[in-house]
């Protein structure tokens, strides 16, 4: 529960600091994984570290700050920058209307623009499809290394699970729920993505 000092609201905790800024993340479309651990706990400690200039809504500045610096025309371009042509090597590899080629691209746009870093991808697959997506995503990601390429590391691929079943159906504080998921990761420049993937049918 948090509290109020001199008017100024503090989290209980870092672990309360911690749950209300994730949330706050979710809320804003800003994910975590775009700042550095220690940025990310010197934040955690503004929530609720009782000072003059501290506070939950400082902290949350501080995250708007972050994410309005990361989000800039020049930092977009950099980013751009660094990942374009590996990006279009591993589109043509795929192929750019594949499933596969799709989920690079919305990586790499997401990357681009400072996307959440956790995602669900549009298209629904059955079992089937989703087991042949998640075999050629890993051998995406031994072709990569093969040719090395730097900034597309740690291609995985995770087993269908019931998300519901296992108390995940509810996504952060949105509407949107979950049932059968599997899932692919990638990490793009250092920023893990989960990619979630609906599972219908058989």
Same mark, same amino acid.
């Given at each position: 529960?948090? $509290?109020? +000092?001199?008017? /100024?609201?503090?989290?209980?905790?870092?672990?309360?600091?911690?749950?209300?800024?994730?949330?706050?993340?979710?809320?804003? %479309?800003?994910?975590?994984?775009? #700042? @550095? $651990?220690?940025?990310?706990?010197?934040?955690?400690?503004?929530?609720?570290? /009782?000072?003059?200039?501290? %506070?939950? &809504?400082?902290?949350?500045?501080?995250?708007?700050? =972050?994410? &309005?610096?990361?989000?800039?025309?020049?930092?977009?371009?950099?980013?751009?920058? *660094? #990942?374009?042509?590996?990006?279009?090597?591993? +589109?043509?590899?795929?192929?750019?209307?594949?499933?596969? %080629?799709? #989920? +690079?691209?919305?990586?790499?746009?997401?990357?681009?623009? /400072?996307?959440?870093? =956790?995602?669900?991808?549009?298209?629904?697959?059955?079992?089937?499809?989703?087991?042949?997506?998640?075999?050629?995503?890993?051998?995406?990601?031994?072709?990569? %290394?093969? *040719?090395?390429?730097?900034?597309?590391? @740690?291609?995985?691929?995770?087993?269908?699970?019931? $998300?519901?079943?296992?108390? $995940?159906? &509810?996504?952060?504080?949105?509407?949107?729920? *979950?049932?059968?998921?599997? !899932?692919?990761? /990638?990490?793009?420049?250092?920023? *893990?993505?989960?990619?979630?993937? !609906? #599972?219908?049918?058989?």
């Amino acid at each position: 529960m948090t $509290k109020k +000092i001199k008017g /100024v609201e503090y989290a209980d905790d870092e672990a309360e600091a911690t749950r209300l800024l994730t949330a706050y993340c979710v809320e804003t %479309g800003f994910s975590p994984e775009w #700042i @550095s $651990k220690d940025t990310w706990d010197t934040t955690v400690r503004i929530a609720c570290s /009782v000072a003059a200039s501290n %506070g939950l &809504q400082a902290a949350m500045g501080t995250l708007d700050a =972050d994410a &309005q610096a990361l989000r800039s025309a020049a930092r977009r371009e950099e980013r751009l920058g *660094r #990942i374009k042509v590996e990006s279009e090597q591993l +589109i043509a590899e795929a192929k750019a209307s594949s499933n596969l %080629g799709k #989920i +690079i691209g919305r990586c790499r746009d997401a990357y681009v623009a /400072v996307a959440p870093a =956790d995602f669900t991808y549009g298209a629904s697959l059955t079992r089937i499809e989703f087991d042949n997506l998640a075999d050629d995503w890993r051998d995406l990601g031994t072709w990569a %290394g093969r *040719r090395q390429i730097a900034q597309f590391r @740690s291609f995985t691929a995770l087993d269908v699970e019931d $998300k519901a079943a296992k108390g $995940k159906g &509810q996504t952060g504080d949105t509407l949107e729920t *979950r049932g059968l998921q599997g !899932n692919v990761l /990638v990490t793009v420049a250092g920023v *893990r993505f989960n990619v979630h993937i !609906n #599972i219908t049918g058989k």
